[in-house]
């Protein structure tokens, strides 16, 4: 990658001689790749583009000072820098930091990459997708599926002597149905994706997803409207990560812990879950969609243990918040793209399993809820508050899954949540996003067991259920 090594290393040495600076990185980035969308029957957009450009950070005081160029030549580059470095206040002469290049084995194995495949095999898999949906008769008015793939290159110089340079590359597929039946209307959604080539629609995935996501819409549209009120709740491991990714993991990332920003804020130490309960932000897992070798800071990455058998543990750390806070850093600095600075980010975040199988947790469940797929939601991490949709339920009868309900809302708070769930399936299911915080974007994957929140003869540790039918 362009520019020159050694001008970037003359260049940090600059930028770090002022005995107040705290940091100094130089960061690029060269993003390639496809996004392909078929919608009602046709091609609706193709776009495949190239995306490269530089970053210029210091930390003063413990305060950031940033800038980027889609430029990179050293005229541009070194411009951008004075500004910065004017902008911050540092005026001292050079520093002597030796540098060396960190180098790591590969977190993810791609067989077949996806931008040596011709565009025309990728269509076909859209279209076969939207075959199988349109198959399930007139009630299907819209099926759409998209097909990205992306290659991100970075190469990083920073003040610690770190230069790295590694490759991300993954693909994510999705299919979206809407149907409807008379007035009511019902979607459905099923997604697949990770650090993986086009190894992954081996074995007809392409197919399963079109039909995961039809029949949802599908069964939701003949589902009775859910009963409203306090109930247990057990959520599938194929509900994916949504609750504890938002319910608990943004309380958990040290921005908004160090400005008193998360319930969790004053909880080092204490017990904030029922002992069943262990969560774990690991960037480190093979293929998964948010790994990484090192984060965007050029700290290598690590699996974080934040909760360990309903004790917090820690928090998840970039440079800014380890320095104000006095911590470790934990390999959690992430950025979009070389035009925005660096964050707390999650990565792979997830409970995890247990000994207890998923069937002996609903068979003890008299009555109640059971979730096999969230939606979306809303939380606010300075009280813990949750609402969240969910794309597909059914009511618990007898420790029985029953009939299918639409339209329910899980209401509650994260922490009561946490401490509320008595059981944790040994099965682990994940499902793959892009986390949105502080204006950006940032790939990620979470994952549960099947878990139950509420002791069936403990009302007081119910969840409460949103919907428009009354509760028997």
């Known amino acids: 990658m362009n520019p020159d090594v050694d001008d970037l290393k003359r260049l940090v040495n ?34 495949k583009g190239i995306d490269y450009g530089l970053g210029i950070r210091i930390i003063k005081n413990k305060r950031t000072y940033y800038g980027y160029s889609t430029q990179t030549d050293m005229k541009t580059v070194n411009a951008l820098a004075t500004s910065i470095k004017e ?50 008769g007139p009630a ?41 039946r008379g007035e009511v209307l019902q979607t459905g959604y099923e997604s697949v994706g990770g650090q993986v080539g086009m190894e992954i629609f081996d074995g007809g995935m392409a197919e399963r997803i079109a039909r995961v996501s039809t029949e949802r819409a599908m069964m939701m549209l003949g589902a009775r409207e859910a009963p409203s009120g306090r109930m247990p709740v057990v959520l599938e491991s194929e509900a994916g990560g949504t609750m504890i990714h938002e319910a608990v993991g943004h309380g958990l990332e040290a921005d908004l812990v160090g400005e008193k920003m998360s319930v969790y804020a004053e909880s080092m130490g204490r017990k904030i879950a029922n002992e069943a309960v262990t969560v774990i932000d690991d960037p480190t897992m093979p293929n998964r ?37 006095g911590a470790t850093l934990t390999g959690n600095g992430r950025r979009e793209s070389y035009r925005h600075r660096p964050i707390p980010r999650m990565s792979n975040t997830y409970i995890a399993p247990s000994s207890l199988s998923a069937d002996a947790i609903l068979k003890s469940t008299p009555k109640g809820l059971l979730v096999r797929k969230m939606g979306g939601g809303e939380v606010n991490t300075v009280n813990g508050d949750f609402v969240f949709e969910v794309a597909e339920g059914y009511l618990i009868e007898n420790g029985r899954r029953s009939e299918p309900v639409r339209g329910a809302t899980l209401v509650g708070n994260g922490q009561k949540a946490l401490m509320n769930i008595d059981m944790v399936g040994d099965d682990l299911g994940f499902s793959i996003g892009t986390c949105g915080k502080d204006g950006q974007g940032a790939p990620v994957s979470d994952a549960q067991p099947t878990l139950r929140i509420g002791t069936p003869d403990q009302p007081d540790t119910w969840l409460t259920v949103g919907g428009t039918a009354q509760s028997s």
């Open 140 to 180: 299907v008015i819209q099926a759409r599926s998209v097909f990205m793939d992306e290659n991100r290159r970075v190469f990083q110089v920073n003040s610690e002597g770190t230069i790295i340079d590694f490759e991300r590359r993954g693909v994510v597929f999705f299919v979206h149905v809407t149907g409807r």
């Open 87 to 136: 902008a911050a206040g540092i005026y001292s002469s050079n520093k002597d930091i030796v540098f060396s290049l960190k180098d790591r084995p590969s977190i993810s194995e791609i067989h077949q990459d996806p931008a040596r495949v011709d565009a025309t095999q990728k269509i076909g898999l859209l279209k076969h997708a939207d075959d199988i949906a349109r198959s399930y």
């Open 14 to 47: 600059k930028l770090s001689g002022n005995k107040e600076t705290d940091f100094v990185d130089i960061f690029i980035e060269e993003r390639t790749g496809t996004t392909i969308v078929f919608d009602n029957g046709k091609i609706d957009r193709i776009k």
């Open 289 to 325: 969609r948010g790994s990484y070798p090192f984060d965007d800071e050029g700290v290598e990455s690590s699996r974080n243990i934040l909760i360990e058998n309903g004790y917090l543990k820690g928090f998840m750390y970039d440079r800014l918040s380890a320095l104000k806070q």
